[in-house]
């Protein structure tokens, strides 16, 4: 089983269309998936678009009260996909962003990486229509702010934030965990992910795709340069993640997506 974990704040102009895509990549790509969507206490119509999407889709919907933030979210789909399945060292679960910027049709080759042999597989992005010179800084530069403090084999790209992992390398992560699992904020929280689970792998592979900013369909969450401050700041908390002995072994590179149509359900 695949689990396509999601989460998800005030995204309805894209949320859709992504479950979609989601669908269309396994239609092709014959395996079983089970898609996972946090909606963080979203206050526009995410929760009622998400409704007929549950009714035609293998789709769970993890809804919070109150705005819990992206590290708690994460936490939140892992653990579930953790506990849905009955076979945590042959599942895995697949991180992707809702704001359509992580494109869907590069599952197949993540998951074919965790097919052989890989633990992890970080995505490493070719940011593709930011719009200011800022963004642009901070998504090419943004992971050297974390040298020294992250290391993961082989990985150049620390903050993508588009992973795959092996159910029973998150679980031990999970377990070893004591009080949160992550504690970072903003950019710093994909960073940590990574950090956390790279300590329980025995080796983590690397797909390259492009990320489409230019589709996402909302104005960016956080200022390049307070998000560049809490980013230095992170790096006490990350340095104190426990290394594990995990090697690289293999780079792949994801072809092109075709441009997104709209779906509608």
């Known amino acids: ?5 999601i989460p998800s704040f005030n995204e309805a ?5 992504l479950l979609w895509r989601v669908r269309q990549v396994f239609t092709d790509f014959s395996r079983e998936y089970r898609l996972l969507v946090a909606d963080d206490a979203s206050t526009d119509a995410t929760a009622e678009l998400l409704e007929p999407y549950q009714r035609a889709l293998p ?4 809804r919070h009260q109150a705005r819990r933030g992206p590290a708690a979210c994460l936490e939140v789909l892992l653990q579930r996909a953790i506990d849905d399945s009955d076979r945590p060292k042959r599942d895995c679960a697949i991180v992707l962003h809702a704001d359509f910027a992580h494109q869907p049709q590069a599952m197949p080759d993540i998951v074919r990486a965790l097919d052989g042999g890989a633990d992890l597989v970080a995505v490493e992005g070719r940011a593709r229509g930011l719009h200011t010179r800022g963004e642009r800084l901070l998504r090419s530069y943004g992971s050297t702010l974390l040298s020294g403090a992250v290391r993961v084999p082989g990985v150049h790209d620390l903050l993508s934030g588009y992973l795959g992992v092996r ?4 679980k031990t992560a999970l377990a ?3 009080g949160p699992f992550l504690r970072t904020d ?3 929280v ?9 300590s329980h792998a025995r080796r983590v592979d690397t797909v390259t ?4 900013f230019d589709l996402r369909q909302r104005e960016p969450r956080s200022e390049p340069w307070p998000e560049a401050v809490r980013l230095w700041k992170a790096r006490r908390q990350l340095r104190d993640i426990p290394r594990g002995q995990a090697v690289s072994t293999t780079r792949h590179s994801a072809a092109a997506p075709a441009e997104p149509a709209d779906v509608a359900v």
């Open 209 to 212: 795709v492009d990320e489409r």
């Open 176 to 178: 070893a965990s004591a």
């Open 190 to 198: 994909r960073a940590e992910l990574l950090a956390r689970l790279t």
């Open 167 to 170: 159910l029973a390398t998150a």
């Open 1 to 5: 089983m695949i689990y396509v974990c």
């Open 13 to 17: 102009p894209t949320i859709g269309l």
């Open 59 to 62: 789709l769970t919907v993890v």
């Open 186 to 188: 903003g950019w710093a």
